[in-house]
């Protein structure tokens, strides 16, 4: 099983945490009775938190070191450019404070909708249509939804690069990319711009391997826009 879009980009339990908060205002309200709203969200969270505890499980990446040698150069790109997006979906884990918060949007139910909308959004011009029409509904958007924001980016941004699960957390960023048997990434445009951005770093930027894994690790990243700025110019 995989993790749907919208836990990828907040990490499963900032989404436990926001389902909890539905599942209790649910219980206070009219709906709460046996056989409402309530028990049907109930039923239907135990299974999905089954779905996602079952992807974290498979996140792992594979033998990551092949082709390695045969890298690109960089070249131009945009974040929301027509490419290829080397990842169909990218793990994204932090602990960072990331939802719109219930004294922002006050009905659990169009809080749920706002986020299925959110997920639904692939380019930049539609994230920015959304902004503006949840601004103008709800006022100026709140920190957390600043950061849900920048999350939608970067995972946006991490496929394009061939990344399959991005962690931030506690100031250290890692981006761990496709495993070896995606032997075309290792030897495209995308990877030569990581190893050009690893090289031209002076030491901030280490591209590691642990196991099977290759990853990219970055310490001293506190935010999702400080996150997001790096993986932007990496992929520029």
Not at 56 to 63: L, R, V
Not at 103 to 122: I, K
Request: aromatic residues 8%; proline residues 2%.
């Amino acid at each position: 099983a995989e993790q749907s879009g919208f836990i990828s980009e907040i990490g499963f339990d900032m989404y436990q945490k926001i389902l909890d908060d539905a599942l209790r205002e649910l219980k206070e309200d009219e709906w709460g009775g046996p056989g409402g709203a309530a028990d049907v969200a109930d039923s239907v969270v135990s299974g999905m938190g089954d779905s996602v505890n079952a992807g974290a499980g498979n996140a792992g990446a594979g033998n990551a070191g092949a082709g390695i040698a045969g890298a690109g150069n960089a070249g131009e790109a945009s974040r929301f450019a027509d490419r290829q997006d080397w990842s169909r979906e990218v793990q994204l884990d932090t602990d960072l404070h990331a939802l719109l918060p219930d004294n922002y949007v006050r009905s659990t139910s169009e809080r749920l909708s706002l986020y299925m909308q959110l997920d639904n959004l692939e380019t930049e011009e539609d994230l920015q249509q959304f902004r503006l029409d949840l601004e103008d509904r709800f006022g100026p958007l709140p920190a957390s939804g600043e950061t849900l924001f920048d999350l939608m980016r970067i995972r946006r941004a991490g496929r394009g690069l061939g990344m399959e699960k991005i962690v931030l957390k506690k100031g250290l960023l890692k981006c761990y990319l496709l495993d070896g048997r995606h032997e075309r990434y290792y030897q495209s445009v995308e990877f030569g711009k990581l190893l050009n951005a690893v090289q031209g770093s002076s030491g901030k930027i280490a591209m590691k391997q642990h196991k099977n894994a290759v990853f990219l690790e970055v310490d001293g990243v506190y935010s999702a826009h400080q996150a997001l700025g790096l993986l932007e110019r990496w992929i520029n």
